[in-house]
Structures are given as structure tokens and as C-alpha cells.
């Protein structure tokens, strides 16, 4: 299998516009996963689902960001409008739903708005 | 909240020294721990998974330790090598699926 496949690799926006990020999870695994990560706050969990379903966008820090999963193979994250407070390394991650539900990772998205 | 604390946040060997990294957690109502590795400017690596049950996992030259009532993980890298060179994660993951990571600990090993 490929892993999680994640596009574009970077993104540099102007702040007011909207970016689209993609992500493939690995083939049957039914959990897909979004995080940002910072310097300042880390590994954060944006929002999760199982079976294309959003279980928990608590982690999603304002209605400028909003996520989809209109199949078990495609998921986005998108932001709209764009500010500089969001550039960040975005990753997408899968698991199964096993007990042991190991979560793997993709290679990231580098956002820099400027 | 589940706070996760790593220490230390860098480490400098020269090759060949066996590497402790621990992490920390507040609540010990975990389900999993998992250790991961990331290079600079790419994703992460899951290197091993204890569930709440074991006391221990290991992989080649990686062990990895969990006293879940203490809240407290070790993760052992033995003989160590430059291409161990790293940031080492661990997060923890309570009955959901949402993972808490810690800020990780950067380990330089110097040939």
C-alpha cells in the first residue's frame, strides 16, 4: 500500500483566499484524522471520522475551517478565508477501528499564508 | 485534560551510547500509548504500540516501557546510531480515538 497520500506537499496563500487540502487514507482503514502542527502549540487533533461520518471537530478552531469526507478513499480540510495564524504543517493520519487502532501518518501539507 | 510532558526536549549522544526518553501523562485512563518518529519536514513514523494491558514493547534495538498507574512511559533506543537522529514522539490515547501528543524530545547522535 502507498501509506496516506496527502496534496498538495506545500501551499502559499495570500490571507482572504481559500485552500483545499486533500488526503487519501490507507486502503480499509474505516478512522481518518486531521492535525495541525506548530512550534508553539504542537500536534493538535482538528476533527475525526469513522466510516465518512465526522465523530469529534472540537479541535476545529473557528468556522473558517471545514472538513469532508464524501467517501471511504477522499477527505478534505478546507479554510476560507485564509490568515497568516493559520500556516502550518496539516496532517491527514488512518487507523482501523481494531482494538488496536494504530494511527498512521501522512507526509503533511506546509501552509504558509502570507 | 490529558497533558502530556517529554523530557528532556533534546539530547546529544555520541554513537554508540544507548537513549532514554520518557514521557509523561496526567490521566491514566489511557487505552494506548504509541512512540513515533519525525524527521525534519516529514510526517510521522509510528515506531511502537503498547496497549493499556503490557508493560512493554519492543522492536530491534527499540523498547518501550509503560507504568500506566504512574503515568509514565520509556522509550529505549540501544547503540545508537547518527541515523537515529530524530524528534521522538509519544502520545496517548484514552477510550476514543483522540490522540494527545506530547512536544517531543529532538535527539542528535554524534558520530
Known amino acids: 500500500d502507498a501509506g496516506v497520500i496527502q496534496s498538495p506537499r506545500h501551499e502559499v496563500t495570500e490571507m482572504g483566499q481559500e485552500v483545499t487540502l486533500r488526503c487519501k487514507p490507507i486502503?480499509?482503514?474505516?478512522?481518518l484524522f486531521w492535525y495541525r502542527q506548530t512550534m508553539m502549540r504542537g500536534l493538535e487533533l482538528l476533527i475525526y471520522f469513522n466510516n465518512n461520518v465526522p465523530i469529534d471537530d472540537s479541535g476545529m478552531p473557528e468556522d473558517r475551517f471545514s472538513a469532508k469526507m464524501p467517501n471511504a478513499s477522499f477527505s478534505t480540510l478546507k479554510i476560507q478565508p485564509s490568515e497568516p495564524r493559520d500556516s502550518a504543517v496539516y496532517f491527514c493520519?488512518?487507523?482501523?477501528?481494531?482494538?488496536?487502532?494504530?494511527?498512521?501518518f501522512g507526509p503533511g501539507t506546509r501552509l504558509t499564508v502570507t | 485534560k490529558q497533558e502530556v510532558t517529554q523530557i528532556p526536549a533534546a539530547l546529544s549522544v555520541p554513537e554508540g551510547e544507548n537513549l532514554v526518553l520518557n514521557c509523561s501523562f496526567t490521566?491514566?485512563?489511557?487505552?494506548?500509548l504509541q512512540w513515533f518518529r519525525q524527521d525534519p519536514g516529514k510526517g510521522l513514523t509510528s515506531l511502537l504500540l503498547i496497549q493499556s494491558s503490557q508493560r512493554e514493547q519492543t522492536s530491534g534495538r527499540l523498547n518501550a516501557s509503560l507504568d500506566k498507574s504512574s503515568g509514565r512511559s520509556t522509550l529505549y533506543i540501544a547503540a545508537s546510531q547518527p541515523g537515529d537522529s530524530a524528534t521522538y514522539l509519544c502520545?496517548?490515547?484514552?477510550?476514543?480515538?483522540?490522540?494527545?501528543f506530547g512536544a517531543g524530545t529532538t535527539v542528535t547522535v554524534r558520530a
Open positions: 502520545a496517548v490515547r484514552p477510550n476514543d480515538y483522540k490522540l494527545s
Open positions: 486502503s480499509g482503514h474505516d478512522y
Open positions: 493520519a488512518s487507523s482501523t477501528g481494531t482494538v488496536i487502532g494504530e494511527q498512521y
Open positions: 490521566d491514566s485512563a489511557i487505552y494506548n
